[in-house]
């Protein structure tokens, strides 16, 4: 089973916003983990589940990911990873027409908005899903907190705190 270290865009009932932030602002990054310079893989886009879905995924991160093929991984500390996910989050600012966003670890289970309403209301109102984008519009529906604050013109987000732990096991 993979463990992927990703940003993953949720861009609703509209695909072909998802195809031109592939062909666009997504293809060829290459972001900053400490001293290193790190690639990510094309962007992976999904739309065959409930709404068009978008992964960016920084090459060699993560654990058994099958696009790594052989590569060895990166062995990054929490404040690099940290420094990765930023980047990740400054790819995503200059991206439009999505519902929902997250970086992490696997965190697409952030990027269902019915799901979360039903099953993540107190984290959703307490804010206590850090790093979770949002589309402004949908504050009242998903029952938003005060912790959630503007991201981009017209995205809000509870401000992204970093990692904790290295990448070293596995």
């Known amino acids: 089973m993979a463990v992927v270290f990703e940003l993953v865009v949720n861009f609703g009932s509209d695909p072909g916003a998802a195809r031109e932030a592939a062909r666009g602002p997504l293809t060829s990054t290459v972001l900053r983990a400490g001293a290193r310079h790190v690639a990510c893989h094309p962007p992976l ?31 990054l500390s929490a404040a690099e990873l940290s420094e990765l996910g930023h980047g990740l989050y400054a790819v995503l600012r200059r991206l439009d027409g999505y519902v929902a966003a997250a970086v992490g670890w696997d965190p697409e289970w952030q990027l269902d908005t019915a799901g979360l309403a039903a099953e993540w209301s107190e984290e959703l109102a307490d804010g206590s899903l850090d790093g979770h984008v949002v589309r402004e519009s949908l504050r009242d529906e998903l029952g938003l907190g005060d912790s959630y604050v503007p991201f981009r013109p017209g995205y809000l987000w509870v401000p992204y705190r970093g990692e904790t732990r290295p990448n070293f096991g596995g």
């Not at 886009?45 to 920084?58: D, F, H, Q, V, W």
């Open 45 to 75: 886009l999904n739309t065959r589940g409930p709404y068009a879905e978008l992964s960016l995924i920084p090459v060699a991160v993560g654990y058994g990911v099958s696009l790594d093929r052989d590569l060895p991984r990166l062995r």
